[in-house]
């Protein structure tokens, strides 16, 4: 486990939260089991399908809006729900919601951002996990003169727990692979402020 504290990048890094044997069977429970979307953007009013597939779970009336894109929650599954629980406990941080990316390729990708939209409240936690391909995950700071990025890579079966302040001062992203064929899933588990 790596605990990492410094300049306002607050994180845990946990490579074998699951086990090789327990990551497959929910990467596969993920693919087979839920409802994947291709959503669109607009960027200065054209539409642009995401580089990645998605889905949110969360509990009842909790929506999440990002990038312009409304996300009305699915219930949670039993599955989601254990996985949730087995989180908290780690972390002791309470979770209502989860959104899931789902990576075809390496030219499937997340631009630089950070997930501190108002409804996350001052004090976010995150905690996002992998599974399937390995891949890089950059940490980028809005300070300009701190210009270079961090990166971490992250692997089949972990948990990256981005505890605060890290979003008030950091921005993330998961840039393309362009060789990479294999799929990867995260989870990323927030508390929301129902509306
Ligand atoms: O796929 C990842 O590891 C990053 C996901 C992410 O940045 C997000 O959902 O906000």
Redesign the pocket.
């Known amino acids: 486990m790596q605990k990492y504290n410094y300049e306002n990048l607050n994180y845990i890094y946990f490579e074998d939260f699951f086990n090789e044997t327990d990551s497959e069977v929910i990467f596969n429970y993920l693919v087979n089991n839920i409802n994947w979307k291709h959503d669109t953007i607009k960027i200065f009013g054209k539409k642009h399908n995401l580089p990645r597939l998605t889905a949110y779970h969360a509990d009842t009336g909790v929506s999440y809006s990002?990038s312009g894109i409304k996300m009305n929650p699915d219930p949670w599954t039993k599955s989601l729900l254990k996985i949730k629980k087995k989180i908290e406990t780690f972390s002791e941080c309470e979770f209502n919601s989860v959104?899931l990316?789902r990576?075809r390729n390496g030219n499937d990708y997340?631009g630089y951002?950070s997930?501190d939209e108002p409804c996350l409240g001052n004090q976010i936690n995150?905690a996002?996990l992998?599974f399937g391909a390995g891949?890089d995950?950059k940490f980028k700071s809005k300070n300009l003169k701190e210009s270079r990025p961090k990166t971490l890579f992250?692997n089949n079966g972990s948990l990256?727990l981005m505890k605060h302040p890290t979003q008030a001062f950091w921005l993330?992203?998961?840039p393309k692979r362009m060789r990479l064929s294999s799929e990867?899933i995260?989870l990323?588990f927030r508390l929301i402020d129902k509306l």
Do not use: K
Request: proline fraction near 0%; aromatic fraction near 16%.
């Open positions: 990002y959104l990316n990576y997340h951002h997930d995150i996002s992998s891949r995950f992250l990256l993330h992203s998961l990867r995260n990323t």
